[in-house]
């Protein structure tokens, strides 16, 4: 109807048809608050807490509180569900409660730690649901001595960082490179950083956790079993149960890392040395990793080829001079420093590392991102054909492309160790972005999804492999109310997993048949509900 015809009298029964609708909604809902507060209290240890960790939509502090740790600002809008409920437990019997009263109301649930899922996932649901927010819930306790540490859920990677670097400059833990990334999701699945050449993946690092599984039992490793504690270290968050806390093995870094960054434009022959690259950088030595960021700068393709060296400038230098001397990089590309600093350079005005502490992210986005695994060299000539047809696109002022490259650590860890499965045989993972501030991103979507597909010949095939902490909802079939078959969970589920997605079906199986933790793209469950 166009609003020209629209007659204001012919239709205000219809107007106050829904107007009455409404108000029974608004009902409906205060009484279902009213309800599910009474439910918690009732089934939680300390009850008078309770209604201090509920923000019903009514609260004023109800949107602060969902936005807060929103990263994709594509899930920030008018039009994007929102949870019914948010609790932010203080302690794991408000979890408890908060699963056991979900159910009795036929409520869904999603868990959100730092809340940097791609899809949102962790706090968009298209059926009635609870979100539970875990930023309260986030101590963290390190052990020098014994070279571990205990980590809860809603901590950021930022605050783990500070913590272990508060106490020795020589310890580290090898996770990503955000510091508003939360350790929940993070760990659930994978987790990666400048470190994992060298000590492997986030999850690789975990010894111990705390689970509450779908019955709301605490469930430590030993209580668990073997299963259970295979498929939390990286078959992804949302499935499995809520894992409270983490026990981490910390690594050793030497006291003095060096950083360094080289930067060439196509006319300086950047094609030639991303191809040269391929070869190269996933033999390195384990401690350097050399990653190249490609984007569009002014008119031109600019390629940075950029890093971190486990060790001092001097040998460096002579390493890359050895091995990569197309690059070369000299003593004023590089910049030595603490492990620490090392990873936040640049980033914090004055590098004052109490930055890290701070769980807002400057600059927020709307963005796209996929992901791909690179098993052979890709010919020169994609990088001198199809990646500049897309820079000099449109979306191209809004895409970047990270190459991360894989070996060293990696090809040692066998691919049944832990679900995340893209080990041996990968060179290296190709990261397409998209992604801006300003308004209109939809028509950039397309631009990514055009230069994935046009990759489809130069990358891994059957299946064709994914990071599942790059949450792609392109992939596949996505039932958004989480009730997905085992036939249409299995296409995004052997690329994020290959052969382990049915060890991780047969884990849910057993520990969540009624498919409690769900989502768009979490672990089916083959029991009949
Ligand atoms: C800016 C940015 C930079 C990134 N950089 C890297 C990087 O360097 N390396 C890398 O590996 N990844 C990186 N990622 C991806 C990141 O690792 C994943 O998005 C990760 O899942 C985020 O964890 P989270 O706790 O912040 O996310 P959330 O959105 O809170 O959670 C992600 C998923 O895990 C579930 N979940 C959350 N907490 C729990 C819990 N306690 N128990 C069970 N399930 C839970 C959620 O329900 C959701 O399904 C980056 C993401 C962003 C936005
Ligand atoms: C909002 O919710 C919080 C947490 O439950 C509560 O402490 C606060 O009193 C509420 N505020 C209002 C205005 O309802
Ligand atoms: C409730 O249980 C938690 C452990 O889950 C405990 O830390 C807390 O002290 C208990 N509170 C009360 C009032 O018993
Ligand atoms: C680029 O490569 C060509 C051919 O190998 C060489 O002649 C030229 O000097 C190089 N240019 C730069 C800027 O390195
Ligand atoms: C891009 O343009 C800016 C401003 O003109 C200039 O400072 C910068 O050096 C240019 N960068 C490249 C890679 O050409
Ligand atoms: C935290 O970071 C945000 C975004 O950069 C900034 O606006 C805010 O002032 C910072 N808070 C503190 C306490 O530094
Ligand atoms: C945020 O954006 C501003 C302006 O574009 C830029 O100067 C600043 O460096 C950005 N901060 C971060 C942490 O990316
Ligand atoms: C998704 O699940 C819903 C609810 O069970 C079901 O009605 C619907 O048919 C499913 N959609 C698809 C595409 O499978
Ligand atoms: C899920 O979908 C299947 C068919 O796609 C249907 O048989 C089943 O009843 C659905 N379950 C729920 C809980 O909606």
């Given at each position: 109807?166009?609003?020209?015809?629209?007659?204001?009298?012919?239709?205000?029964?219809?107007?106050?048809a829904i107007?009455?609708a409404f108000?029974?909604l608004?009902?409906?809902?205060?009484q279902t608050?009213e309800?599910f507060?009474?439910?918690?209290?009732?089934h939680?240890?300390d009850?008078?807490?309770i209604?201090?960790?509920v923000?019903?939509r009514?609260?004023c502090s109800?949107s602060?509180?969902l936005?807060?740790?929103?990263?994709?600002l594509?899930?920030?809008t008018a039009?994007?569900?929102?949870?019914?409920?948010?609790v932010?437990?203080?302690h794991?019997?408000h979890?408890q409660?908060?699963i056991?009263c979900s159910k009795s109301?036929g409520?869904q649930?999603?868990?959100?730690s730092?809340?940097?899922?791609?899809e949102g996932l962790?706090?968009?649901?298209?059926?009635p649901f609870v979100?539970i927010?875990?930023?309260?819930?986030r101590s963290?306790?390190?052990?020098?001595e014994?070279?571990?540490a205990?980590v809860q859920?809603g901590?950021t990677?930022?605050?783990?960082?500070?913590?272990i670097?508060?106490?020795t400059?020589?310890?580290a833990f090898p996770a990503?490179?955000c510091?508003?990334?939360g350790v929940?999701g993070?760990l659930?699945?994978?987790?990666?950083g400048?470190l994992?050449?060298?000590?492997?993946?986030?999850?690789?690092?975990?010894?111990d956790a705390?689970?509450i599984?779908a019955?709301?039992?605490?469930?430590?490793?030993?209580?668990?079993g073997?299963?259970?504690?295979?498929?939390?270290?990286g078959g992804?968050?949302g499935?499995?149960?809520?894992?409270l806390d983490w026990k981490?093995?910390l690594?050793?870094v030497?006291?003095?890392?060096?950083?360094f960054?080289?930067t060439?434009?196509?006319?300086?022959?950047?094609t030639?040395?991303?191809?040269?690259?391929q070869y190269?950088a996933?033999k390195?030595p384990?401690d350097?990793?050399?990653i190249v960021?490609i984007?569009?700068v002014?008119?031109?393709v600019e390629?940075?080829f950029?890093g971190?060296f486990?060790?001092?400038v001097?040998k460096?230098?002579?390493?890359?001079?050895?091995?990569?001397p197309?690059?070369g990089?000299?003593?004023?590309?590089c910049?030595?420093?603490?492990?620490?600093?090392?990873?936040?350079t640049?980033?914090?005005?004055?590098?004052n590392?109490?930055n890290?502490?701070?769980?807002?992210?400057a600059?927020?986005?709307?963005?796209?991102i996929?992901?791909d695994y690179?098993?052979?060299?890709i010919p020169?000539?994609?990088?001198?054909?199809?990646w500049p047809?897309?820079f000099n696109?449109?979306g191209g002022?809004?895409?970047s492309?990270y190459l991360i490259?894989?070996?060293?650590k990696?090809?040692?860890?066998?691919?049944t160790?832990?679900?995340?499965?893209h080990?041996a045989g990968?060179?290296?993972?190709?990261?397409?972005?998209?992604g801006g501030?300003?308004d209109g991103f939809q028509s950039?979507?397309?631009?990514?999804r055009r230069f994935?597909?046009?990759?489809?010949?130069?990358v891994s095939?059957?299946?064709?492999?994914?990071?599942?902490n790059?949450?792609?909802?392109d992939?596949?079939v996505?039932?958004?109310?989480?009730?997905?078959s085992?036939?249409?969970?299995?296409?995004w589920?052997l690329k994020?997993?290959?052969n382990?997605?049915r060890?991780?079906?047969?884990?849910?199986t057993?520990?969540?048949?009624?498919n409690?933790?769900?989502?768009?793209?979490?672990i089916?469950?083959?029991?009949?509900s």
């Amino acid at each position: 109807m166009k609003f020209s015809q629209f007659n204001y009298h012919s239709s205000f029964p219809l107007l106050f048809a829904i107007f009455l609708a409404f108000s029974w909604l608004m009902r409906a809902e205060a009484q279902t608050h009213e309800q599910f507060l009474h439910c918690l209290s009732h089934h939680s240890n300390d009850s008078s807490s309770i209604s201090k960790l509920v923000y019903s939509r009514n609260n004023c502090s109800y949107s602060s509180i969902l936005e807060s740790s929103i990263q994709n600002l594509r899930f920030d809008t008018a039009a994007t569900p929102k949870p019914l409920l948010i609790v932010t437990p203080f302690h794991a019997s408000h979890i408890q409660a908060t699963i056991y009263c979900s159910k009795s109301h036929g409520l869904q649930i999603r868990t959100r730690s730092g809340g940097h899922d791609y899809e949102g996932l962790s706090y968009v649901s298209e059926v009635p649901f609870v979100l539970i927010d875990l930023v309260n819930l986030r101590s963290i306790d390190i052990d020098v001595e014994n070279g571990v540490a205990w980590v809860q859920s809603g901590a950021t990677l930022g605050e783990l960082y500070y913590r272990i670097s508060e106490k020795t400059r020589t310890l580290a833990f090898p996770a990503g490179t955000c510091p508003t990334i939360g350790v929940g999701g993070h760990l659930s699945g994978g987790g990666y950083g400048l470190l994992f050449r060298k000590y492997g993946l986030a999850a690789d690092n975990v010894i111990d956790a705390h689970v509450i599984n779908a019955d709301g039992r605490i469930l430590d490793r030993k209580s668990m079993g073997e299963d259970l504690f295979w498929a939390i270290r990286g078959g992804s968050g949302g499935s499995f149960g809520i894992v409270l806390d983490w026990k981490l093995k910390l690594v050793p870094v030497p006291p003095t890392v060096t950083i360094f960054s080289v930067t060439k434009t196509i006319e300086q022959n950047a094609t030639q040395l991303i191809h040269r690259w391929q070869y190269i950088a996933h033999k390195l030595p384990k401690d350097i990793i050399l990653i190249v960021f490609i984007s569009k700068v002014n008119e031109t393709v600019e390629t940075s080829f950029t890093g971190m060296f486990l060790g001092p400038v001097n040998k460096l230098i002579w390493l890359t001079g050895t091995r990569f001397p197309e690059l070369g990089l000299t003593k004023q590309d590089c910049i030595e420093t603490s492990w620490i600093q090392g990873l936040y350079t640049g980033q914090f005005p004055n590098n004052n590392l109490e930055n890290l502490l701070n769980r807002t992210a400057a600059n927020k986005s709307w963005f796209k991102i996929k992901s791909d695994y690179v098993k052979e060299p890709i010919p020169e000539s994609v990088f001198e054909e199809i990646w500049p047809k897309y820079f000099n696109e449109e979306g191209g002022r809004y895409g970047s492309i990270y190459l991360i490259p894989y070996g060293g650590k990696m090809d040692e860890i066998p691919g049944t160790a832990t679900p995340f499965s893209h080990r041996a045989g990968n060179m290296y993972k190709i990261i397409y972005t998209v992604g801006g501030q300003e308004d209109g991103f939809q028509s950039y979507l397309n631009w990514i999804r055009r230069f994935y597909d046009d990759m489809t010949p130069y990358v891994s095939k059957s299946p064709r492999e994914a990071y599942v902490n790059y949450r792609d909802l392109d992939i596949g079939v996505n039932n958004r109310s989480g009730n997905t078959s085992y036939a249409e969970a299995s296409i995004w589920g052997l690329k994020y997993f290959k052969n382990n997605f049915r060890r991780l079906v047969s884990v849910k199986t057993l520990v969540d048949p009624q498919n409690f933790f769900k989502h768009e793209q979490s672990i089916p469950s083959l029991s009949p509900s």
